[in-house]
């Protein structure tokens, strides 16, 4: 890493008038504070810019683009592929000072918030007024909204809610040149033009940067009940999955286990887990207080014709977030295991989970490789993790095959290579197998009329170079 900023002293002056010097930081110190995300890697930047506003960061990018100097915006930094680190060097635009709630409105049910603002805060202030913005991701504590936005980020409750594109309303964003752009509104129809609020919802920063946004809430639902289900085999839980998807009422979240995962719970966690299970769902139900413990009855009453192990009853309060804690615990307890966590987040129609769970374990079989698995079942999306250790090179030359075995697996199923997490720099080599030539030129020449100069968040999402299929 190159300890000296690289900027001419004529930009940093220009910045520092803009920002103030205690928001243009050039210190090594500052600057790797600021080249790391979920991923482990780093790549440092030339200088962090932390805006404040809008048009500071209408400065920063029009004199980004006056200098020809490329800039990646940036959240919380809890990605998972690599979508904020500064690949190109460059400047590094933080979003984090942009944390206003600006309106709620209860009986047109949307907020406005600056992008900056941190996931959990905004449900806490929601639940003020009994509402629940439904994207959430298991980084909800830390993630931005803007940083969900710009990923489409999901969560347990996508099966019943949907995902971040479905409650977003409008937008307002700056494009590179330093103008800005404003898409969508208040109302939730509005058909005049083209949806560009939805092109910028998972472009992952790549387009514009969004400052602003103007989100569809929901009413909190009155109660929620948990219920654990134990199976013997992974095939029996996945194919009791396919029978909950098959029904009139869906629940609010249906989470995966795999038997190591559980392993892993058995040890680290006080969750009682049968010593004989290899798979094991969480299936919550969420609505009125009414009736809904007698639904979550029902919903396990209807899979035990595959000859669960064990049925917790139905619990709320304490006990149900004891189970979520434990579930969320996972991805730490990971990182104590091995020197390196390859976190996938492929996603294939529910009906195909059953190959897909047979595929992985003949893939950590053959390779030697361990990988758990444990995610989203609802909507299909598995959290594929491959446990490393970088130092041992035997091991990480077998990566790049199991990477390739494992994505070739899901797009044989009629799935795709990220569910959640989005392409960032670790997918973007792959997704020319997953989207066609025209496809891919489409979006290539839309990044263009955005971003022709190719400065904002450079390196990311479409491939530089082509994996062989």
Request: proline share 6%; with cysteine; charged share 20%.
């Amino acid at each position: 890493m190159n300890p000296v900023s690289k900027l001419s002293g004529s930009v940093a002056k220009e910045m520092i008038d803009l920002l103030g010097a205690e928001c243009f930081l050039t210190s090594l110190a500052d600057r790797e504070a600021y080249s790391w995300d979920n991923t482990g890697y780093r790549m440092l930047p030339d200088a962090v810019a932390l805006a404040n506003n809008q048009d500071q960061v209408c400065g920063v990018l029009r004199l980004c683009t006056e200098h020809h100097i490329p800039v990646t915006p940036r959240g919380a930094g809890t990605g998972n592929v690599g979508g904020s680190l500064p690949v190109q060097g460059g400047i590094v635009l933080s979003l984090q000072r942009l944390n206003r709630i600006l309106e709620v409105s209860v009986p047109d049910r949307y907020v406005v918030v600056e992008t900056g603002v941190v996931n959990a805060d905004l449900q806490s202030k929601l639940k003020e007024y009994a509402l629940f913005w439904p994207p959430d991701p298991s980084s909800s504590r830390a993630c931005s909204i803007g940083g969900n936005i710009a990923m489409c980020s999901a969560g347990p409750g996508a099966v019943r809610w949907g995902v971040t594109r479905d409650w977003v309303l409008g937008l307002d964003a700056v494009l590179m040149d330093g103008s800005t752009l404003r898409t969508g509104g208040r109302t939730t129809k509005g058909v005049v033009g083209l949806d560009l609020t939805r092109l910028l919802t998972g472009s992952e920063g790549t387009l514009a940067v969004i400052t602003r946004a103007v989100l569809k809430v929901a009413s909190l639902p009155e109660q929620r009940y948990l219920s654990r289900v134990s199976f013997s085999s992974v095939e029996q839980a996945t194919a009791a999955v396919v029978q909950l998807l098959s029904s009139p009422v869906l629940p609010s979240a249906i989470e995966f286990l795999d038997g190591t995962a559980l392993d892993l719970l058995r040890r680290e966690t006080s969750l009682d887990i049968p010593g004989e299970a290899r798979a094991m769902l969480l299936l919550e139900v969420a609505g009125g207080a009414h009736g809904l413990k007698e639904l979550a009855n029902d919903m396990i009453e209807k899979i035990k014709r595959f000859n669960p192990l064990s049925c917790s009853p139905p619990v709320d309060g304490p006990e149900a977030v004891m189970v979520w804690e434990a579930r969320s615990a996972l991805a730490p307890i990971l990182k104590k295991l091995a020197p390196k966590r390859i976190n996938e987040d492929v996603v294939v129609p529910v009906s195909r989970l059953p190959s897909l769970m047979d595929g992985l374990q003949g893939i950590s079989k053959e390779s030697g490789i361990p990988i758990i698995n444990f995610g989203h079942a609802g909507n299909g999306n598995i959290h594929v993790n491959l446990l490393v250790d970088p130092k041992d090179q035997p091991t990480m030359s077998r990566v790049p095959g199991v990477l390739d075995r494992l994505f070739r697996l899901v797009l044989d199923l009629d799935g795709s290579l990220s569910g959640e997490h989005g392409v960032g720099t670790q997918k973007r080599d792959y997704i020319a197998w997953e989207l066609d030539a025209n496809c891919l030129n489409l979006q290539r020449e839309i990044k263009n009329i955005f971003d022709p100069l190719g400065l904002l968040n450079p390196g990311k999402v479409w491939p530089a170079r082509t994996i062989t299929a």
